[in-house]
């Protein structure tokens, strides 16, 4: 996806501030974070939404999860973290690359907004 912002990072093209990265993820610090601790989590497969996924994406899925603990246990989120991916205009999605965002280093409120 030539013009997708998440694919031009993942290429190198736009710089970013890598936390993690294997063959089927890549992990980077968010530019403007909303808790001490806020990094993206994205699949290197261009999937536009939640909406896009299929059966075949159900193991790339897994593994985006369990990334996701992976990197909460090394960056010391042991009293807990939140794990979002926004869906959809409403849903709050502003970029239409699937992506998860760990939140953590801060009590985390409910409702979130």
Partial sequence: MQ?????????????????YQDEKVFAFKDIAPAAPIHILIIPKKHISSLNDLGVEDAALMGHIVGTAAKLAKEFGLDKGYRLVSNCGEDGGQTVYHIHFHLLGGRQMHWPPG
Avoid: L, N, T, Y
């Fill in 3 to 19: 013009e997708c912002i998440f694919c031009k990072i993942i290429a190198g093209e736009i710089p970013s501030q890598v936390v």
